[in-house]
């Protein structure tokens, strides 16, 4: 889907392949984590169903976890890649990684993609 922007004077930046949305933030919240790369790539989200996943090559990204809630440093050059969707250029920034969620009854759940 691409680049989205939020409201018209914004600069923050958005950007959604598939169930994973990016919602770009000011700084890392105090008290979150780096999290280890997948080998050479950082996962955003792993497909349950084909096994392919939301990455970028880890050169170019560092993930960081504070409890549930995920967020990912990115610099210059970045691309968002998964097997089934179009790269996407991701601008350098601190990030905020949004995991679409679909209703089931008595429950909410991520959406598998």
Same mark, same amino acid.
């Given at each position: 889907?691409?680049?989205? @922007? $939020? ?9 959604? @392949? ?5 919602? @770009? ?9 780096? &999290?280890?790369?997948?080998?050479? $790539? ?13 990455? /970028?090559? &880890?050169?170019?990204?560092? /993930? ?11 610099? *210059? ?10 790269? /996407? ?15 089931? *009854?008595?429950?909410? $759940?991520?959406?598998?993609?």
């Amino acid at each position: 889907m691409g680049m989205l @922007q $939020r409201g018209l004077g914004s600069k923050m930046k958005q950007y959604r @392949q598939g169930d994973v949305l990016l919602k @770009q933030i000011s700084a890392i919240p105090s008290g979150a984590l780096k &999290a280890p790369a997948d080998g050479d $790539r950082v996962v955003l989200a792993y497909g349950e169903v084909t096994g392919h996943a939301h990455a /970028i090559e &880890a050169i170019q990204a560092t /993930i960081y976890k504070s409890g549930a809630q995920e967020f990912i440093e990115v610099l *210059p050059g970045a691309v968002l890649r998964h097997e089934e969707h179009a790269p /996407i250029p991701v601008e350098p920034g601190i990030y905020e990684i949004v995991h679409q969620r679909e209703y089931e *009854p008595n429950a909410f $759940r991520r959406v598998i993609d």
